[in-house]
């Protein structure tokens, strides 16, 4: 698919109907606790990774560890797969501060595959960009006879606390291609020593692909869910227990059909079956409910704010042409000029624009620690179909509680921003497509460093430098810039 630009909301026309041995493995089951009988995420194939920041000490400038090699460039560094062919980064700049350093860290994921066997094996790369250290650790690498379904669970989740990376790890202690198991673990990236948390066995079926799983941010929970079975396990990480939910949040290929919020402790779900959008929480409990509509919608269903106090619905006229972006047969991407704020509890508010006729508005993001500020992005489309391209686009920063709106001039560099606000945007189940944002409420100005990135935190000593993440259109790079 092409993709334009400028940020574009994904709309889409979619009809909604209908290492260790067994004796070791036993032992640790016997702690767990089942208490309830009731498509692969697209990879982007990224070979380097570029740090583009102060040069690191020549004595620095050729380092070679396990598949990968740092090299040095004009701006800092970039450390490169030696093996590109089989790599995919599939979570890409993983960032905290631990031990008073910065590191990012970076999920790398290889699949060979010789007859009708398929070795699948994830590695950490942790990288220090303020001296160019960077070390390798294996999370797993396990003989299995297809790699489809492990591949969508078998990764990694976020951060426990500021310095070990939770995972779900795929094993196979038999070697025998059809018997592999899931595990709970954690990664100390800075001594690369792994520890066992929950082993999962025969809880997780080996026969369903999952949707996107998720990390609660008190890090207490991690729930896993079955594309297709529909079934939902809620994995509490300190008790050690699994609970499956009596709910079933089945998916439609090839779409994910939740928009999990920023704590995770809510999510939305749009149920085909029965056509209705539907608020749970983690115990399956259905905190409101709204019945589909006859209008398109966008695609995730539910974007939340980075607060989580709010979702944002979009709609717009049904097969109307003005508004298509991309028409590729079995896909249609719209701009969108309706929306609605659910709040936590799935009450709605809408808002009327000032919008002449042609124009179209998404929200571009939330201002960073502002509470429910957003920026607003109004635009029309020219040109033909598959070839879309935006112009007089227009920012506005609404407050949803009151209702407010503050009017932006774009300014040519960050550099104009007195006191800049970056603008972030909260994604669940899929990564769309973002620029890099930032704002200065006061100036009332904005500007654009990015069209496609996203910003990062804790990188850096310095509280008040702006670090972000460029992603090259052309070039297949991730750029980690300050």
């Not at 994604?427 to 496609?452: G, N, Y």
Request: net charge negative.
């Amino acid at each position: 698919m092409k993709k334009l630009a400028g940020s574009v909301l994904l709309i889409m026309i979619l009809t909604l109907t209908s290492c260790t041995n067994a004796e070791d493995e036993n032992a640790e089951q016997a702690d767990v606790t089942l208490q309830a009988e009731a498509s692969a995420t697209p990879t982007k194939s990224i070979p380097s990774l570029i740090v583009d920041a102060t040069p690191v000490p020549s004595s620095n400038e050729s380092i070679t560890m396990e598949s990968f090699q740092k090299e040095m460039t004009d701006s800092g560094f970039q450390i490169k797969a030696l093996d590109e062919d089989s790599m995919y980064i599939q979570e890409p700049f993983i960032t905290t501060t631990a031990d008073g350093a910065s590191y990012s860290v970076h999920i790398v994921r290889k699949i060979k595959t010789d007859a009708d066997e398929t070795i699948m094996s994830r590695e950490a790369v942790v990288v220090n960009p303020d001296n160019g250290e960077f070390h390798v650790y294996p999370l797993y690498e396990t003989l299995m006879d297809d790699a489809y379904n492990p591949d969508s669970v078998a990764k990694a989740y976020g951060f426990l606390d500021d310095r070990h990376l939770l995972f779900v790890s795929v094993i196979n202690d038999r070697k025998a291609a059809k018997d592999y198991a899931y595990r709970v673990e954690k990664l100390d990236i800075l001594t690369g020593e792994k520890k066992r948390i929950v082993p999962l066995n025969d809880v997780m079926p080996k026969d369903d692909h999952f949707a996107n799983g998720w990390l609660t941010e008190d890090k207490t929970t991690l729930m896993l869910n079955g594309y297709t079975t529909g079934q939902v396990w809620s994995i509490q990480l300190e008790k050690k227990t699994i609970n499956r939910s009596p709910v079933q949040v089945k998916h439609d290929w090839p779409f994910f059909m939740t928009s999990v919020s920023p704590d995770g402790r809510l999510y939305w779900y749009a149920d085909s079956e029965n056509r209705l959008y539907k608020l749970l929480n983690l115990e399956g409990d259905v905190i409101a409910q709204i019945p589909f509509g006859s209008q398109d919608v966008a695609y995730p269903f539910f974007q939340w704010s980075t607060s989580g106090n709010f979702a944002v619905f979009y709609e717009t006229a049904k097969d109307r042409s003005d508004n298509v972006i991309h028409d590729e047969g079995e896909f249609t991407v719209r701009a969108m000029d309706k929306a609605t704020f659910f709040d936590r509890n799935g009450n709605g508010k809408r808002f009327a624009f000032d919008m002449e006729a042609g124009h179209y508005f998404e929200v571009s993001g939330w201002l960073e620690g502002e509470g429910d500020l957003a920026l607003l992005k109004f635009y029309q489309l020219k040109g033909a179909i598959n070839e879309r391209r935006l112009e007089n686009v227009r920012y506005r920063i609404l407050n949803v509680i009151t209702g407010e709106m503050i009017a932006l001039n774009q300014a040519s560099g960050i550099e104009n921003l007195t006191q800049p606000v970056r603008v972030v945007a909260y994604q669940s189940s899929v990564d769309v497509e973002k620029p890099v944002l930032a704002v200065d409420p006061k100036q009332k100005l904005v500007v654009a460093l990015e069209d496609s990135g996203r910003w990062v935190h804790g990188v850096s000593a310095e509280s008040n430098r702006l670090d972000w993440i460029g992603y090259g259109k052309s070039d297949g790079k991730a750029t980690f810039k300050v």
